[in-house]
């Protein structure tokens, strides 16, 4: 086979895993992650805007950081070069969003910056951005509309359904949260180095692989098989990583094993460590709260819940938790204060029997990662 034959068949009939590797090298020139397991996640994330015709629901990515400076918006840049038809967005309005992802002449890539500035703890939020975001992650979803055609009044309605990775420091609503792998990041320590990224030097690489990711797609698209995912992958969990996996499975060698991990590794992150939704967090951190404990007063938990470093207690929405947000946040598990005995007194608290099967159903055990293989 001569040259060019070889060039001719390497493009028809593209490796998969190879692909996947000059992204997840790529990426990693420019990105400080967290973890193996966040770059794997970004890495297949990419990956999947290019089949969005196959899946039933599109995964949201986010990025988040407690501090600025994290590489959260580095992320989005680094990723816009490799997506098909990126949408770089900050601040943006529903009916802009709504407008571009439908009027498109093909579906956008939804790259949405500085989230914190619409639902950041001192943000007024957006009721009507959140709700398209959610519709956006299933296929047929749309958002109606009255529009002015001339002068009549007629409902139309607008295609949501896109690929969309959100960056922001703080937290996501609840609801967001649960369509997403979330990736969080943080400052890069003395010893870690990365690349400088200048879309003028590093763009023609990025359209390159980004070619290169497009062809295979076209050539797998009609043999993706769904995947059995690991045990604890499920609901809405599963919805989220079953386009990843399948990915990763369509190409082969090291990438479905090291997709399994991931997806194993950070479902657990998301639960136990930063919480997939506040109520997630707040049992998370009231079981780290209790320690020993059998009771505790509802003062004591707040005093412990306002000095963790990292935790939102101190400042939601400018204010902090109190004893009737604590109550209001812990009925939604069936847990209510009651008169507990401490001592000689008998405060309002909670006792460790009320919590432990919120505790049990919402807290699994945090997996262990494996060494990188890359």
């Not at 020139?29 to 599109?58: C, G, K, N, Q």
């Not at 890539?109 to 992650?137: C, H, M, Q």
Request: contains cysteine; hydrophobic residues 40%.
């Amino acid at each position: 086979m001569s040259a060019l034959e070889r060039e001719v068949f390497a493009q028809l009939h593209p490796d998969g895993a190879e692909v996947l590797r000059d992204v997840y090298d790529y990426v990693g020139r420019f990105v400080a992650y967290p973890s193996h397991e966040a770059r794997i996640a970004h890495t297949l994330w990419i990956a999947h805007t290019h089949f969005m015709a196959t899946w039933d629901t599109t995964p949201r990515i986010a990025f988040l950081s407690t501090e600025p400076g994290s590489g959260k918006s580095r992320a989005l840049e680094v990723t816009e070069g490799l997506v098909p038809n990126p949408l770089l967005a900050v601040s943006a309005t529903p009916a802009y969003l709504i407008r571009r992802i439908a009027e498109e002449d093909a579906l956008p890539s939804v790259l949405f910056d500085e989230v914190d500035t619409i639902w950041g703890s001192k943000a007024p939020g957006n009721e009507e951005l959140r709700a398209l975001l959610n519709s956006g992650y299933r296929r047929g979803a749309s958002a109606g509309r009255c529009v002015a055609r001339g002068r009549e009044i007629v409902a139309e309605d607008f295609p949501t359904y896109c690929a969309v990775a959100l960056a922001g420091l703080g937290s996501l609503p609840d609801t967001i949260l649960t369509r997403s792998v979330i990736v969080r990041m943080r400052r890069r320590a003395p010893d870690e180095r990365i690349e400088p990224y200048r879309q003028r030097v590093n763009g023609p690489e990025a359209a390159r692989i980004r070619d290169g990711l497009a062809r295979w797609a076209l050539s797998v698209a009609d043999h993706i098989d769904f995947p059995e995912l690991p045990d604890g992958i499920t609901d809405r969990d599963a919805d989220v990583w079953e386009p990843l996996v399948a990915v990763a499975d369509a190409a082969g060698d090291e990438w479905p094993d090291l997709a399994r991990v991931a997806a194993v590794a950070l479902v657990a992150e998301s639960k136990e460590g930063g919480g997939a939704s506040l109520g997630i967090r707040l049992l998370h951190d009231l079981r780290n709260v209790f320690g020993g404990a059998e009771v505790m007063s509802t003062e004591a938990i707040l005093r412990a819940l306002h000095e963790i470093d990292d935790a939102p207690w101190a400042d939601l929405r400018g204010k902090a938790l109190d004893s009737r947000a604590l109550s209001w946040r812990l009925k939604a598990y069936d847990i209510k204060p009651r008169s507990v005995r401490i001592g000689l007194s008998t405060p309002k608290g909670y006792r460790r029997e009320d919590l432990h099967d919120a505790w049990g159903r919402y807290l699994p055990a945090t997996a262990t990662t494996t060494d990188e293989s890359l």
